[in-house]
């Protein structure tokens, strides 16, 4: 199937990298000031890829609209404005870090798209120049 | 073959998202305001990959300058300030979403790179935030 | 008063640069491809920029989101997804250059901000590279 | 004197729009989900703008990466990674909308220029469609 | 007159910051790694903003498309590609910072632009977070 | 291993696209005026991506700030601001195209990660336009 659609959508959120079954000293000398006890924060761009066949009635692999639908129900709407390692309880026990975001968020949409599309890669932005990707092997 | 070389090009258009072989009411159902009667526009970017060898004299894997050239003839001069529906002959009976002219700007180049340079990957950007990709399977 | 804050709202649209009192061999030679009968689009970029006092009990000069709220409900519903020649009426009888639609989005917004907040300059992207500002004087 | 400078540099912070002498409930209301008790982020661009006359010598209005260092060092290492409303000792009292924020990093650069180097405007964004500037009036 | 239009375009080049006058040593303490004798390069992007009354006949006011070419004719053609030390004759003597190209950059435009358009500004992008502007005082 | 991270780290540098085996009549027709005698430039960016398993302990499939440090040691500080043709050791000998330079950043990264974390693909962006990728096979 070599057609594939990306959207971008948006979401500002502050996290702090720890592990709390590490000391403090740890995580200090871990994450440097990624570990700040009172966190900061990023405007994170949140960019998922689906592919599948296209509807040739439609025109569409999927509705954007729709996807980015689904993205701001089953996402969005629970990480903006939030900070991420105490408000979301299905990022509970996760380190907040790129790769792990990527993980969640991946794991947040997958079986939730409609029948014939397949998520196949997601990408979570902490800056322009810092980005992880998950992705269906 | 391990190197490809990717370029970006513009182009600003009118399309408006409608199956003739459907109802009105379909269509509006269907696309929404991407469904208004007299269209609506973006600024289009194309991405296009090749790969291949890269030629030790040159140190290119194709001119990219070239590669451009041939953007420009084959698709840009025929859709740059054009209404997608109804001015493009080989766009005919095509719905213009991202997905189709991905698709139909893949086939309009495949066939046309120097030899040896393999069309891997076409990507339409409608905006920042809405692609589609078409690419050798 | 030297505080000002700025938004950035975007819309799809088309159009087509064409004055109807004129010939048509004039509109074909003053705006080339532009002049194309169907019209062409873009992703339009709004950016408004208002002066005010800064509440001190808020720390706002105007609500960012009301500000783009605004905007929303005076041109953005309205242009969006539109083409601009023909759908607008507020737009009847204005050749939709970015120069006129910046003074024709600025008339529509002034008088409708929060008292003491002034709204000092529009500007319409029709490109990243192509820009027209209207600003009081 | 018709010549200005302007740099660009980076935080990353994390910050809660609220007003400890109002109560929770005019919090809530005024500032909305900006208002999250643990806060939310966002990756900062400070723009900061100098004019002044050139040195036929030198070449230079200011040295930019001096202009750099100085932000780096009144600013920056004091902000990054931090949350804005408790531990950023300039900062207490101050509500961190951008507009106050603006303001506060004006006056932490102002006199500090080399001499004869004036700073003529601060602006803040918070994202790419937000975005607040103070200035010399 | 409250309009005005504000057109962007680029050019590669090289340059090296060196005042022929003064010695390699102050060359090398004033300007560091920019003093490199074979020079370093930017992707430049040259932002001119001219302003004036708007024909209501054309609802313009200047072809964007004249303006690029008057920018390309006067600028572009001359310094792309070059190395703007020793390449470019109306530079010679100029020292090539942003600030004195922002300047000559100026010059060669006002007065070839068309009656009634008057140029405001003239900014020279050396790279996303530095720039200079030269403006009509 | 279906998790990836990249970065992109710049630097600024001149270059020249010529073969010295070639005569300057080969070169000039080649090249065009990319083969101009005395170089031109860009603002480079350079673009990594590395594999590997996440660490539950840290989160990290790599500190991006050790993957940058590596960069910057076996790359940036070496090409920042450099005539890539004459004075760079390792580039002697290359044809400083996208593609000859990806490759040749490929293989002073690779070998040079932490254990299990694997190169994966390099970019270099010379415009925003243009861009060449070298990656494992």
Redesign the interface.
Known sequence: ??????????F????R?H?P??SAEWNRE?Y???N?P??????YVLEVTVEGP?DP?????ID??ILKDILRYRIIDEV????LN??VPWLEG???????L??AFFDRVAGRLPEGVVLSRVTVH????????????
Not at 12 to 15: F, G, K
Not at 94 to 100: L, R
Request: a negative charge; proline letters at 3%; charged letters at 20%.
């Open positions: 199937m070599p057609t594939t659609v990306t959207v971008r959508v948006n500002e959120a502050a996290h990298l592990n079954d590490q871990t440097g000031k990624c700040n009172h966190g900061h924060g990023h405007n296209v009635t439609i025109g569409y692999l954007m609209k903006d404005h939030r900070f105490i408000e996760v380190i907040p870090s790129a790769e792990n990527a993980r902490e800056t322009e120049r810092n980005s992880a990707s998950y992705w269906a092997g």
